[in-house]
């Protein structure tokens, strides 16, 4: 059964733009997947530790086939093709974050896989991108997107306009 997942996506090392760019092309060559949008890319601070670079986020929409551990397995695998090096320490410097924000209509709590993401609500650099390719989105709860964007400024936030 196809599904329709968004992913969140991060860097801020080596190339960020870049990397999303490559992460978004390797999501589009996933099996049993189409990648069927994606926003803009958005500069944001930190969560983390503040001495490291600002972060680029994106949001992509994906239609998939495959079950969510098994998605999972290939975010990571792709992660780890970019450079991604797993620490102990959260919120870190990467060179990319892929993380499920949301699939289809389910709620899981698993070890691996909290979705919705958690504290995706709060957080504007997953908000604003996603209300770009999904503004009246619903989430499994019920909650509408728009209705968080409400709560969440869009401070610290800055779109990059790539037509420049």
Not at 39 to 58: C, E, K, M, T
Not at 61 to 78: F, N, R, S, V, W
Not at 84 to 109: N, S
């Amino acid at each position: 059964m196809m599904e329709r997942v968004y992913i969140g996506l991060g860097s801020n090392l080596a190339d960020p733009l870049e990397q999303l760019r490559s992460a978004l092309a390797a999501l589009a060559a996933l099996p049993q997947t189409s990648l069927t949008a994606q926003s803009s890319f958005y500069i944001s601070d930190p969560l983390g530790p503040a001495d490291q670079p600002r972060y680029v986020n994106a949001v992509a929409a994906l239609d998939t086939e495959l079950p969510p551990l098994e998605l999972l397995d290939a975010l990571q695998a792709i992660e780890q093709e970019q450079g991604r090096m797993r620490k102990a320490e959260r919120w870190g410097p990467r060179t990319l974050d892929l993380d499920i924000l949301l699939f289809g209509e389910r709620q899981l709590d698993e070890p691996r896989l909290t979705v919705p993401h958690y504290h995706m609500h709060a957080r504007a650099f997953v908000l604003y991108p996603l209300a770009e390719i999904a503004p009246q989105l619903y989430l499994p709860d019920g909650r509408a997107l728009s209705a968080l964007l409400a709560a969440c400024p869009f401070a610290g936030l800055e779109r990059i306009d790539e037509s420049r």
